[in-house]
T-cell receptor, first 115, second 113 residues
């Protein structure tokens, strides 16, 4: 079974600075997808960014980018120019490339943004 | 507007009672999922359904039941057999294919009195 580990329960960053959230996963599969979801205080889950395992190029979405290291099974999220609205729980998730399989989530990292 | 709705937003249950959480989607997604969220535990899978009239147990299915009679609906029943049901429950749906994101509803907070 696949597992996802987020080793930082809490992180903080100064407004306008850069922060990196860590995620590692364990799988024996070669084809899969990785996701970062954000859960603000409203508790609505929002997709931040996704990465296909077969792509070497790291995904980027505006201020959000990932560092995907397939051999190391690492998938970190970098947030640049942090804003107060970035304060939230961030979940790393894994999904197999077979049908409609569920996401496997890490336990999350709570990010605080300091003004 | 397309999306996922969950009701009620807050639910209170007395010990020994069964309660049903509603989840409806109008995104025409084949797959639907139920997750439970507890502090420090992330999201844990309860049940999922890849197609109408079919569903599979997740990691923590004991004390829960589901049905999938319609594509749009995937209700979750929390039975009296669930020992610690107080939690936040999230419903999600997705299109076929691993690349496609799961869309989440706003959640239901269940409290056992």
């Amino acid at each position: 079974a696949q597992t996802v580990t987020q080793s930082q329960p809490e992180m903080s960053v100064q407004e306008a600075e850069t922060v990196t959230l860590s995620c590692t996963y364990d799988t024996s599969e070669s084809d899969y997808y990785l996701f970062w979801y954000k859960q603000p205080p409203s508790r609505q889950m929002i997709l931040v960014i996704r990465q296909e395992a077969y792509k070497q190029q790291n995904a980027t979405e505006n201020r959000f980018s990932v560092n995907f290291q397939k051999a190391a099974k690492s998938f970190s999220l970098k947030i640049s120019d942090s804003q107060l609205g970035d304060a939230a729980m961030y979940f790393c998730a894994y999904r197999s490339d077979s049908g409609n399989t569920p996401l496997v989530f890490g336990k999350g990292t709570r990010l605080s943004v300091i003004a | 507007d397309g999306g996922i709705t969950q009701s009620p937003k807050y639910l209170f249950r007395k010990e020994g009672q069964n309660v049903t959480l509603s989840c409806e989607q109008n995104l025409n997604h084949d797959a639907m999922y139920w997750y439970r969220q507890d502090p420090g535990q992330g999201l844990r899978l309860i049940y999922y359904s890849q197609i109408v009239n079919d569903f599979q147990k997740g990691d923590i299915a004991e004390g829960y039941s589901v049905s999938r009679e319609k594509k749009e609906s995937f209700p979750l029943t929390v039975t009296s057999a669930q020992k610690n049901p107080t939690a936040f429950y999230l419903c999600a749906s997705s299109m076929a294919g691993g690349y496609n994101e799961q869309f989440f509803g706003p959640g239901t907070r269940l409290t056992v009195l």
